[in-house]
């Protein structure tokens, strides 16, 4: 015997399960583990096992809770109420009218890192592949001056946010990071961007990464992960500094009578508009070395042979020398040229000035006062950034999860005490240690993991964000620790990889708890199975005496026909009929549990043309009533054949049965097709069901009418449904009791044809 529903040992397994776990019965009740009920009382809501999931995933929950009444073991992905992750729900037969609700949550990688992020200041936002909202973490909310409730129905190409680029001008929406993210499915690294403030009336500046997030297997873009940090002090302090310097650049102008470039040859070129003011030269008289023509005779040697030493050395220019001016006055000045340089270290030009050397004094003494200016506010910038660096390190110190610091090569530069626990080492031995070689070099099978294929180190490549469900780290007593972590690239001011932070969960708990479910699943489905064998083999076998009982009563009728009286042939006829009926209900029992053991192939069948066999078979019932079957129903749809003539002809063979004896029976069949699905209707003009019953009459051996007023056993709308789920499809009814009533089933829509 297997374990079912009713079983201790599984009452107490279901009990002990650290995952919410609910055993729902068709007569509506339910029953939650532990887990279930604290789940619930988290939530803050009232004890009904369907508010575990949120209530967009309620409908297919209760769907695959139907189908496995019906014998389906049924696995979705699920949104979860308080989570951004999907859950998992898997629900299984427990046993004759129950099912077995399995809910995995535990703590989501991925919500712990939004926490840390959240902590660290960093806003982090979800968004839909259409840009929607889908979850903010409290920072984001703080920086964006916005609430969650008021981001519903937002997206990042709203107009409000008046987005624009750093030089002030507009941001078009389509050229934001997440739109880029989702258009071409690259990470969008460090976008400067400026939003307004609603509740300071001011603007923030922002400086934005956008992670993609594909569907799997997929190049689609499922959700993309924006994190951004608030620079806007930052921003002011930098805008500060280039308002300091160009109040520089223009006390040099202005105390400066001569701001001159040269290149990197010593070439003097035009134009020199601030040379041309002051000497008068024009530029066919100064370019080359003609400006030597304008310092004064007795300067000129030892002022070219410092132009020509600090072009051959590429050190500073300085010397001093007499000019002469427009007005043919000799003016002593000091001349000073340094060698502006590219980021690769290349010469691009001189530029220098020549000063009044009595004006030279004040320049020199409003350049000690912004300097002194400049280091005050680099200091307060590096205290400030000293506290955050103190802060972060001591957060995940305290962090429940394992973190892990690498350098490019894979080398461990930070390990918080968590992670050194989870594995058994000192925190001592895993600083500086080459991470895969020592905790990740096998899988759990114990063959070889290449680092060239582990996922930590194919980040440290590439630099994108990997999850991983289950894998193994290695204890240092030499055993597996089954893990699931995430993998996140750090990166430089240029946006190049400079290493990665790993965040580890220890699944060992979740892992067993899984595989014991596994196996309890696994023996509910093999013993549904031989009670489902059972119950064909067990009917078969009833005919055999029934159909000999059926045929001695039918000799004895024949051979004393005439003989007995009035009672004892009134007897023989209820034998018969009881017969009858009999071996009627056992055919039915056969083909209801034939039906999810079909294996017939499916293919597209023309419901038109099924109507039309439908139609044959129920032609003696239409010309004994009098009545009318109409059919409009061009879908096509991808099932069996004969599981599907046998749908419509029980259903429009109990449209026909079921009219009150003074109304002619008039029956129409409708289909249209909704996406991939194609709906049905069998609509009567009969007598009816009341309200309490519209899920009643679909259980097996169920009637609400007499049997001499209407005959059957009870079956058919058993087999209706059945078939209808063994299509992925359902079956339901809408009826006015004494109008008629409307039976609905769905069916998968045929794919259409190539042209």
């Known amino acids: 015997m297997g374990l079912n529903a009713a079983s201790p040992d599984f009452s107490a397994l279901i009990q002990a399960i650290p995952n919410p776990v609910v055993l729902v019965r068709e007569d509506g009740s339910a029953a939650m583990n532990p887990a279930a ?81 959240d902590t660290l200041g960093l806003g982090v936002t979800v968004h839909g592949p259409d840009s929607s909202f889908l979850h903010a973490n409290d920072r984001a909310q703080e920086i964006l001056g916005v609430s969650l409730e008021q981001l519903t ?14 030089n002030g ?61 608030d620079v806007t002090g930052p921003q002011r302090t930098e805008a500060a500094l280039r308002h300091s310097e160009r109040r520089f650049r223009s006390l040099v102008e202005a105390t400066a009578q001569i701001v001159w470039t040269a290149s990197p040859d010593g070439y003097f070129p035009a134009p020199q508009a601030a040379w041309e003011a002051f000497t008068g ?50 003016v002593p000045m000091r001349a000073r040229g340094v060698l502006v340089r590219d980021d690769a270290g290349q010469v691009q030009e001189w530029v220098g000035t020549n000063s009044e ?17 400049l280091e005050e506010r680099v200091q307060e910038r590096t205290q400030r950034l000293a506290e955050v660096t103190r802060f972060s390190t001591l957060l995940l110190t305290a962090a429940g999860e394992g973190v892990f610091g690498l350098d490019t090569s894979g080398h461990n530069t930070f390990v918080n ?62 055993h597996a620790v089954p893990v699931s972590y995430v993998v996140t690239p750090t990166l430089g001011t240029q946006g190049e990889v400079t290493g990665a932070v790993v965040m580890v969960q220890d699944i060992t708990e979740r892992t067993r708890a899984q595989e014991e479910l596994r196996a309890a699943m696994q023996e509910l489905q093999r013993s549904n199975h031989d009670l489902e064998q059972f119950a064909s083999v067990a009917s078969h076998d009833l005919q055999e005496p029934l159909r000999t009982l059926g045929s001695y009563t039918e000799l004895l009728a024949r051979r004393y026909e005439g003989q007995l009286d009035a009672r004892a042939t009134q007897y023989l006829g209820f034998m018969q009929a009881a017969v009858d009926r009999m071996r009627g209900l056992i ?17 597209a069948v023309s419901l038109h043309d099924t109507m039309a066999v439908v139609a044959q078979d129920v032609e003696a019932a239409l010309l004994q009533g009098g009545g009318t079957l109409e059919w409009d129903t061009p879908a096509t749809v991808m099932a069996q054949e004969s599981l599907v003539t046998q749908l419509l002809t029980n259903l429009v063979g109990n449209a026909l049965k079921f009219v009150p004896p003074e109304r002619l029976p008039v029956v129409r069949v409708t289909s249209v097709q909704e996406g991939t699905q194609v709906q049905v209707s069998v609509t009567d003009n009969g007598i009816g069901i009341e309200p309490q019953n519209t899920e009643r009459v679909f259980e097996i051996f169920q009637r609400l009418n007499q049997r001499d007023a209407y005959a059957g056993n009870g079956m058919g709308l058993a087999i209706c449904r059945r078939i209808v789920e063994h299509h992925g499809g359902r079956l339901w009814l809408e009826s006015t009791p004494g109008q008629g009533s409307s039976f609905h089933f769905t069916l998968p829509a045929a794919p259409a044809p190539t042209p």
């Open 37 to 117: 009920r604290s789940r619930l009382l988290q939530l803050g809501v009232p004890e009904d096992w369907r508010q575990m999931v949120h209530g967009s995933a309620g409908p297919e929950v209760q769907a695959a809770v139907a189908q496995a009444w019906q014998g389906e073991t049924v696995s979705l992905s699920v949104k979860l109420p308080d989570m951004i992750a999907p859950g998992t729900v898997t629900v299984a037969p427990a046993g004759s009218g129950a099912a077995l609700v399995h809910l995995q949550v535990g703590r989501d990688p991925l919500t712990a890192a939004l926490d840390l992020l």
């Open 153 to 166: 129905g937002l997206d990042s190409m709203d107009p409000r946010w008046r987005a624009i680029r750093p």
């Open 169 to 229: 001008e507009p941001f078009p929406a389509e050229e934001r990071a997440a739109m880029q993210a989702i258009r071409t499915g690259q990470v969008q690294r460090n976008v400067g961007m400026g939003i307004y403030h609603p509740p300071s009336e001011s603007w923030r500046w922002l400086k934005v990464t956008a992670v993609p997030r594909r569907v799997p297997g997929s190049s689609q873009v499922r959700q993309v992960t924006v994190m951004f940090e």
């Open 281 to 330: 030269q024009t530029p066919q008289e100064y370019e080359g070395r003609g400006w030597l023509s304008a310092i004064h005779h007795d300067d000129r040697a030892h002022t070219l042979e410092a132009w020509k030493a600090a072009v051959e050395s590429q050190g500073v220019y300085a010397t001093t020398y007499r000019v002469r001016r427009v007005d043919g006055e000799f």
């Open 357 to 373: 050397v009595n004006a030279e004094r004040d320049a020199t003494e409003h350049q000690a006062m912004v300097q002194a200016e």
């Open 417 to 478: 005490p968590s992670a050194a626990r989870m594995l058994g080492y000192p925190v001592e031995r895993l600083i500086g240690a080459p991470q895969h070689d020592l905790i990740h070099h096998h899988h759990a099978d114990g063959s070889p993991y290449p680092v060239q294929d582990c996922p930590i180190h194919r980040t440290l490549r590439d630099g994108e964000v990997r999850r991983v469900e289950a894998d193994v780290f290695w204890h240092a007593q030499g």
């Open 587 to 603: 055919q039915d029992l056969l083909a209801f549990a034939r039906v999810s053991r079909s294996e017939t192939p499916r293919h």
